[in-house]
Structures are given as C-alpha cells and as structure tokens.
C-alpha cells in the first residue's frame, strides 16, 4: 500500500456544499468580515468572567442544529475522506495541538506543553493529566502512539497517511509523554498535529471495535459525544460534561443532511435551523434577514479543471497553453461562483500568496492571459492541431453547479473555434477509477490545500512514483500534475529536480529559503499550464441571531467551543 491514494480525497473534500467549513459563525447580528481575531476571554464559558453553569441566568441547554449536503459513511476520523465530517469530528476528536482564530499560533490542545526538542527528528509531548475518553478512560501516550502508528500501518488502508507519512514512529516513554521520531526535519510537524489527521482515538475501544464499528459508534474525547446517526437524517452529538477544557453551553449538537442549499436556508430563515451555507443567488436575501446574521470566510482551496497530459492532444504544452487563451478567468469566476470565489494564483488561493508573500500579481501577468480565441488558434496551428480535435470533459454526476458551469463554458469556447467537445458525467466511484487510471481528457478538479503552500504543491504535484513503496497497482502517475512526469515534454532529469524540491521544501525550517523555493516550483508548474485555474472559495454563512459568542475563522476547528470561547443559544 502506497500513498498515492490522498487523490481520491480531492474531489470528496470538496463535494459538500459546505465545503468543510460551514460549522463556522459569527457574534453580533451585522454582516461582518474575516479581517479579526478574537481576544481569549476570562473565561470561555461565558465570554464575562463567569461560570455559565453556575449562573442565575444559565446558558446551558438547547439543541444546535446544523446541515450538511451529504451524509458521512463513517465517523471514524481514520478512515473518513469527507471535508464537511472531516471538520465536524473535531468536536468529537481532539489532537495533540490547535490553531488559534487568527491562523497565527499552533498552541498545544491535549498537549500540556510546546514539545520538547530531543534532536531534529525527535520530539517529546507531555499530555495534560485527567483528560478522559466518553467511555470513561483516560488518555494516556499509549493512545496517543497507537492512533498515530494505526494510521502509518499500511495494513489499514487509512487515508490520512499520506498526510502523516513524516512519521517513523511513535512511543509511549511513560504514562503522560510521548516521543515522535520523525524520518526528516518536517517544517509543518505541528499543523499537522492539529488537524483531524492527528485525531486521538482509546486504543482499547478502538482495538476492540474495529474500524467499521467505531465508524459507526466513534468515542473521543472532544466536548461533545456521540449519540446516533441515523442515515441521510443525521447526525446528533451530546454535551460531554467531563470535557477537560470546559463543558460546551449546548446540550446537543444535530448535524441534519439536507442535500439542496436553498432548502438550507429556508429552514434557517423560519428557524428550524440555526446556522447553513448561503447559495450565491440568496445572498441579498440573507443580508435583509433581520434575525439572522452573515458572514463571509475566504476559504484555503484551490478549484479548476485539468488536462491530462498522458493523452494527445493535451501532452503539449502549446496545446494547453491555447486552452489558457480561450476562457476569460474572471467571467468564469463570475458564473460558477459569483463574489463567494476569489482568484487562484499560483494553484494556490490568494490569501496563501499574501500571507507568504509570492509575487501573484506578475503571475497573473504572465501566466493568465487576457482571451484571445485567435491566438488559441495560433498555438493550435503550431502544435499541429489547426484543424481541431474531439475530446470530452469528464465530471463526477455528484459535482456542484460551480463545476458543472466551468466545463459547460470550456465546451463552449473549444466549440467556438471548431472544437467538438463533450461533457460527460460519470458515477463517483468512476470518475475516481478514471483519476487513478488516467482514463480522461479534461476533467474538473477540487482541493482544499490549507494554510502553507506545501499544503498544495505536495499533494497535487509531487511524483508519486518516487513515494515509498513507489505506485499502486492501477494507478498511472498524480493525475493533479496532469501526469506530466510520464510525459517527455521536460526531461526526466529537469522533473525529477523539481519533485525533489518538492518534497525538500517541507523539510526546511527557514521560511525565507522555503518561500523561494515555492516560487520556483509556482513558475515552473504555470510554465506547464497542467490546469486553468478558477478559483478559491469565498462561503457565505449565516446563522440565527440566538446563537451568541461565536468566534468565526477561517482557522478555528471548533467554533461552538474552544480555548478562546463557548457559544450558547438565547431567547432571542
């Protein structure tokens, strides 16, 4: 078992029409932006210094309901690919470490400590003591090494080892610290560790259950715990009152699956719902709500579609550029998703290339060109294709409208110039077949790569060929680099250097050194032209007006209840 199964995570991750974020909103009843970062309170249960369960006036009680486009075939966070369960289970869940709100710090969670520096490689956590599973046991670092060396097994098919595959190993030194022995310097060790790739689950229950049970009946030690999932219904979590940071205001936490967004937001517009996504086309209609609030969060994704350069015409590069030249960027942007998407530049969103200071605005310049169907036509004719081809472009039949209206308006412009072309929709299951084999022309593409760049140019555009244990059988090469490294377009030696920065990058603990070598990486993939890159998410939330002191970010795993705050619902 290799790792080149993260690809079947890339479009899973962005299917929902939550996106993975749509648990996050806002205090204050007023449209607001991402552009603050809340101050911790005296203490996070009522925002004012007081016990909320021992006030005159409690806040605790009541039923937070949430929705969600698609259920979720396991709550295991080992075995779970779906962004939208993937964020959900943090309130199951903990990890070893969390993000502040304002994406700034790594702070530690179950963690007591900052880890300890034995050499470059090894690292010493110290867990906080008394801290205990639903089922009554406590954590101890023998959970802790058994979750990690679980999902590094091989033998368990998890898809999140990839994401973790830095690791060597992980041990128990004594009840309460854990040794991590990593096999290099890994500049995003503790990110990782706060993400739900690095959940802690009991290993006794865990051992006993065995994943597809646990999946279905999962135990944590996050504030809430697990009561019943009814399928396609939902999902509905209880208040755990043993929680080590402080017991969640709300008693129970209802995730219902309600497909449409539009029937989202009639439900939380006549209150049947406290919090949803909002559909572009209801934007305004949210903001003139009265008792409910919106927000808008810039989302860490990356979306567009992609060609697959194994197959004529799309292995040379004038034919892809040509691609570039027939679709106008920003009035694909304006039809798929309107003022709730941002640009990519770089395959990465533009918040990541301010925060990392790259330098988008001559990549913009140089690797997005203005439309000009007759210079499409022109490199066309160089390449030897002046007369034009047919080719299809493949989409699962799950794929959101934004998706869907991106291949429509490529098929559009390839039919402009002479070009048949075909959007064609296939079952789930067979568009990822079809990714790991290789079996497209053009086909639509997803994913959320997170805060650092690494987050992106890893996993979509490293040589799986050269990961541990080298492809799995069935699988061509990393479709997301539009399997340029089996193309002889670039010599091997000139691929290969650019894989070995890749995954060099992450190995550095110097951002200035890592920042530079991203921008090689960012020009010499734009230089390829393996995508047209459209946009990154801008999701609108809105929720109703009783629910108070939230504190949303586009960081924060655990809006209801974290270090800095704990949402309650009023009378209002």
Known sequence: MTD???NRRKFLSMTGATGGIAFLAGCGGQNTADD???????????????????????????TFVGATSEDAPTLDPRMNELAWANSFLHYVFDTLMTVSPDGGEIVPHLAESEPTEVDETTFDFKLREGVMFHNGTELTAEDVAYSFNWVLNPDNASPNRAAVSFIDSVEATDTYTVRFN???????????????????????????????????????TG???FAEHESASHVLLERYTDYFLEAPNIEEYRMRIVPEPQVQFVELATGELHEASVPKNLIQKARDESNITTKTISQLDYNGLMFNAMREPFNNRKVREAMQYLVDYDDMLQTTKGELGSRSYGFMPKSVNEGWDLPWEEWDDQY?????????????????????????????????AQFKNMAVMLQNELNNIGIDSEVQEVTIGQWLNDLDTGEFDVTIYGWAGGQD??????????????????????????????????????SDSRMQEVDEKIRRARRIQDREERRELYIDLAEFWQGQYPHIPVY???????????????????FLEQPLINQWNNAYLSDG
Do not use: C
């Not at 560790?193 to 690095?198: D, I, K, V």
């Not at 034009?388 to 493949?394: C, E, L, M």
């Not at 996993?459 to 193309?487: P, T, W």
């Open 4 to 6: 080149d199964n993260f």
């Open 36 to 62: 603050g970062t809340p101050e911790p309170s005296p203490n996070p249960g009522t925002g004012d210094g007081t016990d909320s369960t021992e006030s005159p006036n409690s806040r605790v009680g009541g």
């Open 182 to 220: 990593l096999k290099y310097p890994y500049a995003l060790f503790k990110l990782t560790l706060a993400g739900m790739n690095a959940a802690i689950v009991p290993q006794g229950a865990a051992e006993e259950m065995g994943p597809e049970e646990f999946g279905n009946n999962p135990i944590g």
């Open 223 to 225: 504030p809430f715990q």
């Open 368 to 400: 997005y060109p203005e439309r000009d169907p007759e210079r499409a036509q022109e490199l066309l004719e160089e390449a030897g294709y002046g007369d034009g081809f047919d080719k299809t472009i493949h989409m699962s039949s799950l794929a959101s």
């Open 453 to 490: 760049p690494d987050g992106f140019f890893y996993y979509l555009f490293r040589d799986l060929r050269n990961d541990e244990g080298g492809l799995s059988e069935g699988i061509a090469g990393n479709a997301s680099a539009s399997f340029l490294y089996q193309n002889d377009e670039v």
């Open 536 to 554: 990154s998410e801008q999701s609108m939330l809105a929720w109703r007006n009783s629910v108070e002191n939230y504190e949303p970010t586009a």
